[in-house]
């Protein structure tokens, strides 16, 4: 699609990332080993509020609905696994400035 990709394993991984480069978007999986998605969702909103952030998450039976509770905490979009290329393409382009995607 045109865009830089940096990839990491967990919300540590993705904190190191902001050491040399502060991505214009993140999309965070909010089950993940360490530091899980909603933790990760309220550090990066509360240390760069205009990053723009979208949650994802297959949900687990009888859980909390936990893609409202990203959103609570400044998740832009929420999808919902499994989910397409489409759907995120569709996303990406939803939150990027048009100067980005040129």
Not at 10 to 21: I, K, L, M, Q, Y
Request: glycine letters at 10%; a negative charge; charged letters at 20%.
């Amino acid at each position: 699609m045109g865009h830089t990709v940096l990839e990491a394993g967990d919300g540590e991984a993705c904190f190191r990332h902001f050491t040399s480069v502060c991505p214009n978007l993140v999309i965070t999986d909010l089950f993940m080993p360490g530091k899980e998605g909603l933790e990760t969702i309220f550090e990066l909103k509360d240390n760069w509020p205009d990053i723009r952030i979208i949650a994802m998450s297959g949900g687990r039976p009888g859980a909390p609905d936990y893609l409202k509770l990203a959103q609570g905490l400044g998740a832009d979009r929420i999808l919902h696994k499994p989910l397409s290329a489409r759907l995120v393409f569709e996303a990406v382009n939803a939150l990027l400035p048009a100067f980005l995607l040129s």
